[in-house]
Structures are given as C-alpha cells and as structure tokens.
C-alpha cells in the first residue's frame, strides 16, 4: 500500500461501526486510522478520519448512518489524523455538538477555530449522556496531545484509547487477532516509542499503575484510532504497553535515507 486508503466498514460490537483508513509511512509500514459511530440512542461519531481521503470518508460514513442523524461527534484529540471531515460534518450537520476540552478548542483556534456553541467540554473522569447510556471519559495511559480523552461504553464494554495501543503494521487485518502475535508486539511497541517517547523517562512501575485502572474496567474490546478491532484482547494489549518504558528510545530516519528515497524517486 503506497497510497492512504480507505477500506470497508465493519462492526467491532452489534452497536459500533469502525471506519478504518490506513496511511503508508515510508520505511515503516502502514499505519491504521480509524474513526467509529456508536449507534447509541443519540448517535455518536468519533473523530473524522484522514484529510486525503475525504470523499471515501464521508462515503464510508453515509454507508452505515446518515450524518444528519449524528448527534455528537466526540474528538479523541485534534491531531491532523483525525480531522479530516470536521468542517465538512460541521457544515452537514448544525444541530452536531463537538465533544473536546479546553485544550482541544484552543489548539483549533490557532487554524481552523470551533464555534464554542457547537462545543461541549468534557473533562477525563466526567461522562456523557447520549440517551441510553453514559460514556465515560478516560485519560489513555499513553497519548500524544495533552487534550486527548478516550472513553468507555459500559453498554458494549469497548473501551476506544485515541493513540494508544496503536501499531505500525505491514498489512490491513480486520482484527487486531488476526496479526501475528510477534508483529503485533513489534509493532505496537515501535508505535508507542515513536508517538509517545516520553514514556523512556516514566518509572516503569508508576506507568503500570496508571494502565490498572483501565484493566479494572475489564474491557471487552479495544478500541484504538491506530489499531484494527482488538475484541478480547485488552489483558495481552495492557502487557505490551507495559514494557514500553523500557523499550530502546526510536530514531527516526536521518539524511542519507532521505538522499536514498530521492535518488530512488530521480529527485
Ligand atoms: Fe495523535
Ligand atoms: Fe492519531
């Protein structure tokens, strides 16, 4: 896969649909991108896929609910990856609230500002109501932008991490299982260092007892934005992440691999 692209939707639970975009990153693979609707009494849409693949987004979209019938559109953080068709669903749909931070709006105000009163602030710990059950907001145990919130359906047990537990990948899987387990490890793990390295400087031990609290809530799906549908798997993904912290610090490529890729491309 040279190009980003946009597969089929799926369902992760009888009620949660995954729009799943994959983007190449030269040299390192393919990197899902995922945006999901949960079909809640008032339905909700988290984030907005890739800005490259618009029109197959929106399409995706419309193939498993009208826009218009959106009633939330809950941001996991305001990253480029995850934006995609934000104006476009703002401009779809009026009646659509924006589920971000304090932090969130003021990051968007500085390119693309949200009209506070399509807001709705929503702090990690906190949860919010969509008619037939309430999603709790969570602080991922690792993420890359300070406004990033995840959340937990307690009506489905998925439990949707934004960035973490993301992996780079050589191939699109439907299921996080369907990976074999050493490349899932490796590529979990590379994700990790490379979108959070931070986590070299964490105590190992203080690391693991933030991840304790989202095992308490016993998952039965994870639910990241870089990572195909993981239902079962919470326990094993929890274990990788663990190990992050100790993990060789990445190095990106330097310039003679950029020499390489443009003598490759007669640049
Ligand atoms: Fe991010
Ligand atoms: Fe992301």
């Known amino acids: 896969m040279d190009q980003p692209t946009m597969l089929a939707p799926y369902r992760a639970t009888p009620e949660i649909h995954v729009l799943p975009g994959y983007f190449p990153i030269p040299t390192l693979g393919i990197i899902p991108s995922n945006a999901f609707v949960i079909e809640a009494e008032e339905p909700v849409l988290v984030d907005t896929g890739l800005a490259p693949l618009q029109a197959e987004f929106q399409e995706a979209l419309r193939s498993v609910i009208d826009p218009a019938d959106l009633r939330w559109l809950w941001l996991a953080h305001t990253d480029q990856d995850h934006l995609g068709s934000l104006g476009w669903l703002l401009d779809e749909n009026p009646d659509l609230r924006v589920v971000t931070t304090f932090i969130g709006v003021g990051k968007m105000s500085l390119y693309a500002p949200l009209p506070l009163e399509r807001c709705y602030w929503l702090n990690p710990g906190e949860s919010l109501p969509v008619g037939d059950r309430e999603l709790l907001a969570i602080k991922p145990p690792s993420f890359d932008a300070p406004e990033t919130t995840g959340l937990y359906d307690p009506a489905s047990g998925a439990l949707l991490t934004a960035d973490c537990l993301g992996a780079l990948m050589s191939e699109p899987a439907q299921e996080a299982g369907d990976i074999e387990p050493k490349h899932l490890e490796e590529g979990l793990m590379l994700w990790a260092t490379i979108d959070t390295p931070w986590l070299h400087q964490v105590d190992a031990g ?61 640049g």
């Open 206 to 266: 203080s690391f693991a007892s933030t991840i304790e609290g989202l095992r308490a809530l016993e998952p039965e799906v994870v639910l990241s934005s870089h990572l195909p549908a993981a239902p079962g798997m919470a326990d094993e993904l929890f274990g990788m992440l663990e190990q992050v912290p100790a993990c060789e610090p990445w190095v990106g490529p330097g310039q003679p691999v950029l020499a390489e890729i443009l003598a490759g491309a007669g």
